[in-house]
């Protein structure tokens, strides 16, 4: 008997041995892999282009134009109510990876937009938190805003901004130029998109959720019903029409300005995750550039994505992700035919070639949305994925590890949400290797303190074992 329990002890041992060891290994390779990639842009911002003096293929070139950069926080800062991330900031980088313009002066930011006509004036959406006292409120608020910056002067002019009640489901993400005195906003905080004359501060148009959607659906109403993060103006069979991203309700709609939602346009519906889940930022290809087609971060899903409409339906025609992608939020297609795409939890910029290859990346902390200047805003400049005949790319077998593979089978809101609470180093893979240690341990402990109390008791009064 004792034996036997001594084999099976043994057996559990390696057991748990086995599993720590994986995931030790799994976390100390993803905090390799994150400095390895701190190193490279450190190198990109160095200008060390063409280097061939290291292994690492990954040698990058510097772009044509600057990357602005919109970050909604940068670090893992714990502060008073305000969550773990802190110190949002716009940045820019020159073409060789210096910094060009850099500002933290408000609490977040999100969509960053080139000003056309101009060489290097941005317009961006910020939030800043306000404490009770000063939104004269028995809570806290937000002010909403637009502002429009010259990276090379500095010169920042207001341009429009709004107090909303609360913060974590009221800040706007996005709005859009769409005219001389006309912005396009996407209104998160109100469950709709309107117009605004930034002259008159009048609303000249508006669409709101509850036209098409009953309050059941998507999210929790009213704290967090239809998360709308994204608005662009289109133009469809020659109507002026909004796209809107109704991220709770993982789908992109159309609203003709006058006649209101074209419903057999819609791209995705509520739960249905093999489409879209949870997405941010589509960008709309129209048919001179090869579409109509859109190009989505679908988020939840971890993947850049885009549909092609053919015979009146949207089909699938461009997937990429890798093993580090977690979180994506923005990609936009690029005249030269390469996706520059904006990877929130895995804390960098990236930009893809036609091949689908990586040929830059920048470390970035908890990135919103990227421009490259010169290339129009979003993807504008850019042709559709079937146009250009891209081959889509997903991480290959070999790349996978057990943990990973784990990893896959959590639900990706709470994967994502545990990887946005951690340190940047931390992926998905990372998180569960943690919470692997953290179970595992303290059990193999229990297990082995129990196995040697079980012996003494055996050995102590009867005398049953001889060691
Ligand atoms: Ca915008
Ligand atoms: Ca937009
Ligand atoms: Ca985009
Ligand atoms: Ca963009």
Not at 24 to 40: C, I
Not at 111 to 122: E, I, Y
Not at 447 to 462: I, M, Q, S, T, Y
Request: charged letters at 25%.
């Amino acid at each position: 008997m004792s034996s036997g329990t001594r084999f099976s002890g043994r057996r559990l041992r390696v057991a748990f041995a086995l599993v720590s060891l994986l995931c030790v290994a799994a976390l100390v390779g993803g905090y390799a892999t994150a400095e390895a990639d701190a190193s490279l842009a450190g190198s990109d911002s160095a200008g060390e282009a063409g280097s061939d003096n290291d292994t690492n293929e990954r040698v990058v070139p510097p772009r044509d134009n600057v990357t602005v950069v919109a970050t909604d926080s940068t670090a893992f800062i714990t502060d008073e109510g305000d969550g773990p991330r802190k110190r949002a900031e716009l940045v820019a980088f020159a073409p060789n990876g210096s910094v060009y313009y850099r500002n933290e002066s408000h609490t977040r930011y999100w969509d960053v937009d080139p000003v056309a006509g101009t060489a290097a004036t941005v317009e961006y959406v910020y939030a800043d938190h306000l404490a009770p006292e000063d939104c004269h409120s028995g809570s806290v608020c937000t002010r909403n805003g637009i502002e429009r910056v010259n990276l090379t002067t500095g010169n920042v002019t207001h341009v429009y901004a709004r107090i909303t009640p609360g913060k974590h489901s009221t800040r706007w993400h996005d709005a859009d130029r769409i005219g001389e005195d006309r912005l396009l906003v996407a209104d998160i905080a109100r469950d709709r998109a309107f117009v605004v004359n930034t002259t008159t501060e009048q609303i000249t148009w508006s669409w709101d959720a509850q036209t098409d959607f009953e309050t059941e659906s998507g999210g929790p109403y009213p704290e967090d019903w239809t998360h709308i993060n994204d608005v662009e103006s289109v133009e469809l069979d020659g109507r002026e029409t909004v796209m809107v991203s109704v991220r709770n309700h993982d789908q992109v709609v159309f609203i003709d300005t006058e006649t209101g939602l074209r419903e057999n346009w819609t791209l995705g519906s509520d739960g249905d995750h093999d489409t879209l889940y949870e997405q941010h930022n589509p960008d709309f290809i129209p048919e001179e550039r090869g579409g109509p087609a859109v190009l989505v971060a679908d988020s939840e899903n971890g993947r850049v994505v885009e549909y092609q409409r053919a015979n009146g339906s949207w089909e699938q025609s461009w997937e990429w992700r890798d093993q580090r992608l977690t979180w994506v939020r923005d990609a936009d297609r690029l005249p030269n035919g390469h996706t520059l795409v904006t990877d929130s939890n895995g804390d960098r910029v990236l930009e893809l070639d036609a091949n689908g290859s990586v040929v830059w990346s920048s470390t970035v902390g908890f990135p919103y949305e990227s421009e490259r200047l010169g290339t129009g805003d979003e993807s504008a400049g850019g042709e559709s994925a079937a146009a250009l005949g891209l081959p889509g790319r997903t991480p290959s077998a070999e790349n996978r590890s057990a943990v990973s593979d784990a990893a896959a089978l959590l639900p990706k809101p709470v994967v994502n949400g545990i990887a946005y609470l951690l340190p940047g180093w931390v992926g998905p893979v990372e998180a569960l290797a943690a919470a692997g240690l953290v179970v595992v341990l303290p059990v193999w402990a229990v297990v082995e303190w129990r196995r040697r109390a079980f012996e003494v008791h055996l050995r102590w009064p009867v005398q049953i074992r001889n060691r």
